[in-house]
């Protein structure tokens, strides 16, 4: 990217300035419209060029997402992530977890008793996030309030 044509006016100033003045000379603009269409431009600019994008890296991903092809993860590698996962309590005949793919066998009418909770793990990297795309909002989320909020609205019906 060639050198900036704006700066910064502060760091928590949203607004920017031009670094070479010279086309903003006295008596340039003769109406307040004028002017201030210049400050839109100069502001429009500056957050353009805080992208660090070049003009074809835009035009780039401008036709990426025309096409499809641009997708948002809902989170980055290492954020903490909460989901909705199964448990089940332990039988009171056997201290057991049944967890219906391995039974202890017992001849005793089972008692253990599937739960739901929230639990929270990382986002491992970009494949982890994207194996699990289309199940963030509903089994992952990126609060702990979220995904608390799904469990109580679920009353208990099965998430698969």
């Known amino acids: ?20 003045k010279s086309s903003a ?9 004028g002017f201030y269409a210049f400050l839109l431009a100069t502001h429009k600019l500056g957050q353009y060029e805080d ?3 070049t003009p074809a890296e835009v035009a780039e991903l401008a036709q990426a997402k ?10 980055k590698r290492g954020d903490m992530v909460y989901f ?10 056997y201290g057991t977890e049944y967890d219906e793919v391995c039974c202890a066998g017992c001849e005793e009418p089972c008692d253990s008793e599937k ?19 289309n199940d963030f909002g509903r089994i992952y989320f990126i609060t ?15 998430i698969d």
């Open 1 to 20: 990217m060639d050198r900036r044509l704006t700066f910064r006016l502060g760091e928590s100033n949203p607004s920017y300035g031009l670094e070479d």
């Open 25 to 33: 000379k006295p008596g340039l603009f003769t109406d307040y419209d």
């Open 51 to 53: 992208t660090g994008l």
């Open 66 to 75: 025309a096409d499809g092809r641009v997708v948002v993860l809902p989170c």
């Open 84 to 93: 909705i996962g199964i448990n089940y309590t332990k039988c009171s005949a």
């Open 115 to 133: 739960t739901r909770n929230v639990y929270m793990t990382q986002a491992e990297d970009t494949r982890w996030i994207l194996r699990r795309l």
């Open 144 to 158: 702990r309030e979220e995904a608390e909020k799904a469990l109580r609205e679920s009353d208990n019906n099965a």
